[in-house]
């Protein structure tokens, strides 16, 4: 069974640009969540979507902003660019359906840097 | 306060250790715990996940929960090289939005 897959892996921008990441689940997996992961910070929730619907956010900035589509494929998306959004951004996947049900399997991670 | 705390480490230890990773919680509410191992420049991967307190066993991987003193161990049995890596405590209440620790650096010297 194939894993998370996120695209790209890695990412240069600037300042003001805004960036699109895309995370495709294990198959079978309604649940999506992503997360920041930086050193000073750590892991850090941004937002879950279960059937194309947020159903969970985190403390970030309306900047970051997400959608799923009806084959539960995730995007995420971060407009006007700061230095501090440096940082590698993480899409769990899981199958969400129920409270217990939330076995979150990670992917590789797409790693932005803002320059 | 964070809501859940870990020691960064680093955990220096010889091949053939027994292991002890911890993690506190102030939020009573948590059921769900988890433990992933990440490696350097990869996405965490899923350890043990185990629901309200008890051992859970997999392996050379035991771990427990400890609700009335929101405390949540790893142990790693027999220790390998292999087993060098950050490992990152996480909860829930059960709707997703994961809680995770700093990590625990470990270091396993053959």
């Known amino acids: 069974k194939a894993g998370v897959t996120q695209t790209p892996r890695y990412l240069i921008k600037t300042r003001g640009q805004q960036v699109t990441l895309s995370c495709s689940p294990i198959?079978?997996?309604?649940?999506v969540s992503w997360y920041q992961q930086t050193p000073g910070q750590g892991l850090q929730f941004l937002f879950e979507?279960?059937?194309?619907?947020?159903?969970n956010k985190g403390n970030f900035p309306g900047r970051f902003s997400g959608r799923q589509f009806s084959n539960s494929r995730s995007e995420m998306n971060v407009s006007t660019l700061e230095l501090g959004d440096s940082a590698l951004y993480l899409c769990?996947?899981?199958?969400?359906?129920?409270?217990?049900?939330?076995?979150?399997?990670f992917g590789p991670g797409t790693r932005l840097t803002v320059l | 306060q964070k809501e859940v705390e870990q020691d960064p480490g680093p955990l220096s230890v010889p091949e053939g250790a027994i292991v002890s990773l911890n993690c506190t919680y102030s939020?009573?509410?948590?059921?769900?715990f988890m433990w992933y191992r990440q490696y350097s420049r990869k996405g965490p991967e899923l350890l043990m996940y185990?629901?309200?307190?008890g051992n859970k066993e997999d392996g050379r991987f035991t771990a427990q929960v400890d609700k009335s003193s929101k405390y949540i161990s790893l142990f790693i049995r027999d220790s390998q090289p292999s087993d060098s890596a950050t490992y990152l405590c996480?909860?829930?209440?059960?709707?997703?939005?994961?809680?995770f620790g700093t990590g625990t650096r470990l270091l396993v010297s053959p």
């Open positions: 769990a996947s899981s199958l969400g359906g129920l409270a217990g049900e939330n076995e979150q399997f």
């Open positions: 198959s079978g997996h309604r649940s």
């Open positions: 996480a909860m829930c209440t059960g709707f997703q939005k994961l809680v």
């Open positions: 979507y279960f059937s194309e619907t947020q159903r």
């Open positions: 939020n009573s509410a948590f059921q769900y």
């Open positions: 185990t629901y309200s307190s």
